[in-house]
């Protein structure tokens, strides 16, 4: 778990996900790379996002990594689309951060990647393994927060064969790894019916390079724990039964809503496809602090069809939470629904 969440800039940078009072899946897809203005700020101006936590998190993920080592994965066949991600992923680094990542090209075609946030400094040639200190991917994925996995497409179909995801939500990338994009949505509730992953999956398909496009899923959690994997069940299932039983306060701080920004990038080198993962977490006590956040949350979760409640698994909690954030109404709109009640009352 990491720190709280005490620095102002994390509100403001918050992807907040719910576009309507009702929410339901989509391929809510759109073209990324410009940033977009909430109530709170601003979010989704860079591709990759280096925030205050990102020390933090990186350590957290070597922790992760050092203990199970599934979840790092590149198949034979995705080699040369780990560098290709890698250096994609640089780049966006030295685009997005200029003044503390650089990329640059020696003049004997060999390549300097410097990032003094971590204090790295690395010469290496690109494709050349024994340059580098570790594989390519999982080099890179110690110095981004973004988990990162790699999708071949060969027959009309697009697979996970390559990756490195340390803070999956509800599902474990050891399992996942080389099954196609249509076998690992097999267990989400309605979307085959609807058609939304067969629509994503041929959007996939035909991603051009250099037109990253991005869209957002959410759901809960208990404490800011980053590791809601499968693996790790054991450590946070416990939690949705717990939460049901603390009191308001512990219950506003303990619950998260959690967002992720997922970014879909066709490699220009390898033909592969890169999803990153970024994961938000904000606690419902800071939800509340913005009105139009606390109302439209308190609407969606009020509102949210039971299949899709218990697949993000929060169906023991999220009536609380819902009447949580309903009870926390700013007093001047209480003040103003007396006032009307008083009225009425009084004919
Ligand atoms: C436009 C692209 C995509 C769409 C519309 C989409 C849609 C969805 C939806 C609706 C869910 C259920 C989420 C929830 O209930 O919280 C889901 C889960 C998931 N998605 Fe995607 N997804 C997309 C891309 C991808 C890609 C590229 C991958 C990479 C392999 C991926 C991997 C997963 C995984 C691992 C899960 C969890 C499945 C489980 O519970 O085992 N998705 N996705």
Same mark, same amino acid.
């Given at each position: 778990?990491?720190?709280?969440?005490?620095?102002?800039?994390?509100?403001?940078?918050?992807?907040?996900?719910?576009?309507?009072?009702?929410?339901?899946?989509?391929?809510?897809?759109?073209?990324?790379?410009?940033?977009?203005?909430?109530?709170?700020?601003?979010?989704?101006?860079?591709?990759?996002?280096?925030?205050?936590?990102y020390r933090s998190e990186l350590a957290e993920r070597a922790?992760?990594?050092?203990?199970?080592?599934?979840?790092?994965?590149?198949?034979?066949?995705?080699?040369?689309?780990?560098?290709?991600?890698?250096?994609?992923?640089?780049?966006?680094?030295?685009?997005?951060?200029?003044?503390?990542?650089? $990329?640059?090209?020696?003049?004997?075609?060999?390549?300097?990647?410097?990032?003094?946030?971590l204090?790295?400094?690395?010469?290496?040639?690109?494709?050349?393994?024994?340059?580098?200190?570790?594989?390519?991917?999982?080099?890179?994925c110690g110095q981004v927060q973004?988990?990162?996995? $790699?999708?071949?497409?060969?027959?009309?179909?697009?697979?996970?064969?390559?990756?490195?995801?340390?803070?999956?939500?509800?599902?474990?990338?050891?399992?996942?790894?080389?099954?196609?994009?249509?076998?690992?949505?097999?267990?989400?509730?309605?979307?085959?019916?609807?058609?939304?992953?067969?629509?994503?999956?041929?959007?996939?398909?035909?991603?051009?390079?250099?037109?990253?496009?991005?869209?957002?899923?959410?759901?809960?959690?208990?404490?800011?724990?980053?590791?809601?994997?499968?693996?790790?069940?054991?450590?946070?299932?416990?939690?949705?039964?717990?939460?049901?039983?603390?009191?308001?306060?512990?219950?506003?701080?303990?619950?998260?809503?959690?967002?992720?920004?997922?970014?879909?990038? #066709?490699?220009?080198?390898?033909?592969?496809?890169?999803? $990153?993962?970024?994961?938000?977490?904000?606690?419902?006590?800071?939800?509340?602090?913005?009105?139009?956040?606390?109302?439209?949350?308190?609407?969606?979760?009020?509102? $949210?069809?039971?299949?899709?409640?218990?697949?993000?698994?929060?169906?023991?909690?999220?009536?609380?939470?819902?009447?949580?954030?309903?009870?926390?109404?700013?007093?001047?709109?209480?003040?103003?629904?007396?006032?009307?009640?008083?009225?009425?009352? #009084?004919?």
């Amino acid at each position: 778990m990491t720190g709280a969440t005490a620095d102002p800039s994390l509100l403001e940078r918050f992807p907040f996900p719910f576009v309507d009072d009702r929410y339901r899946y989509s391929t809510n897809v759109e073209p990324a790379g410009h940033g977009l203005q909430t109530v709170a700020g601003l979010w989704g101006d860079t591709v990759v996002d280096v925030d205050s936590e990102y020390r933090s998190e990186l350590a957290e993920r070597a922790v992760v990594l050092a203990d199970d080592p599934s979840r790092h994965a590149v198949l034979p066949h995705m080699r040369q689309a780990a560098w290709d991600a890698m250096f994609t992923l640089m780049r966006e680094l030295a685009t997005a951060y200029p003044d503390s990542m650089r $990329l640059t090209r020696c003049p004997d075609g060999s390549w300097r990647w410097e990032n003094d946030i971590l204090g790295v400094t690395q010469d290496f040639v690109y494709g050349d393994d024994t340059t580098l200190p570790a594989e390519p991917l999982g080099f890179i994925c110690g110095q981004v927060q973004e988990d990162v996995v $790699l999708l071949d497409q060969r027959n009309e179909q697009m697979f996970a064969d390559a990756g490195v995801v340390t803070f999956a939500a509800d599902w474990s990338f050891g399992f996942d790894v080389g099954m196609s994009f249509l076998e690992i949505h097999g267990p989400v509730p309605r979307v085959r019916r609807e058609g939304v992953i067969t629509r994503a999956h041929e959007f996939i398909k035909r991603l051009q390079p250099h037109a990253p496009y991005r869209r957002t899923n959410w759901t809960m959690t208990i404490g800011r724990r980053l590791d809601v994997s499968t693996e790790r069940y054991p450590d946070w299932g416990p939690d949705r039964e717990m939460i049901q039983h603390v009191d308001d306060e512990t219950f506003g701080r303990m619950v998260h809503l959690r967002v992720e920004v997922q970014h879909l990038i #066709r490699l220009a080198d390898s033909g592969a496809v890169m999803f $990153l993962i970024r994961t938000y977490m904000l606690p419902l006590d800071q939800v509340v602090t913005v009105e139009p956040w606390r109302r439209r949350t308190a609407d969606v979760l009020a509102e $949210l069809p039971s299949d899709i409640a218990d697949y993000k698994g929060i169906i023991k909690y999220r009536d609380r939470a819902a009447a949580w954030l309903e009870a926390r109404k700013p007093s001047e709109i209480i003040a103003a629904q007396d006032d009307s009640m008083i009225a009425y009352l #009084r004919g």
